[in-house]
């Protein structure tokens, strides 16, 4: 069975993750869904996530989960732990930041420029579940 989209929904108990095909037809058809428990308190939602793509997996009685896209979206503990990170604050990570929120994010840092020895230090205190790193480097790389 071959699976256009998975769309999943990272909730504070349940991940929920819907199959769908035929998307660029005049009939998209609802293919199937598959849950498990939220991974948020483990520190990592991708566990929840595998695990209700595996029961997706065997109620569609598949050997193998094929699919072109995948989209998710989160409102697991009102939002993921998120820090913020661009080269440029008032471009790079003002986007970046503006991004975050409009997924639902809980931002807990934010940094423009080169990281310093305290923001990794910072990052690691919050253990947070999303980095995002936006924009390009001047110059070039550096160490």
């Known amino acids: ?18 199959a769908f095909s035929n998307i660029n037809t005049p009939f998209p ?3 199937g869904q598959g849950q498990a428990p939220t991974t948020v308190l483990e520190g990592d939602v991708n566990i929840g996530l595998q695990g209700a793509m595996e029961n997706l ?3 569609l009685g ?9 989209l998710a979206t989160s ?5 993921l732990k998120m820090t913020v990170h ?3 604050y008032d471009m790079t990570v003002r986007a970046a930041k503006e ?7 809980i931002i807990h840092h934010v940094t423009g420029g080169k990281l310093r020895k305290r923001d990794l230090n910072t990052i690691e205190n919050i253990k947070p579940n999303l980095i995002l790193i936006a924009g390009g480097v001047d110059f070039g790389e550096r160490d």
């Open 1 to 18: 069975m071959k699976i256009d989209v998975l769309v999943a929904e990272i909730g504070s108990t349940t991940t929920v993750v819907n």
């Open 29 to 31: 058809k609802f293919s």
């Open 57 to 59: 997996r065997k109620k």
């Open 62 to 70: 598949l050997s193998d989960l094929d699919y072109d896209e995948m």
């Open 75 to 79: 409102s697991a503990a009102g939002g």
């Open 86 to 88: 661009g080269l440029v």
């Open 99 to 105: 991004a975050a929120l409009g997924a639902g994010a």
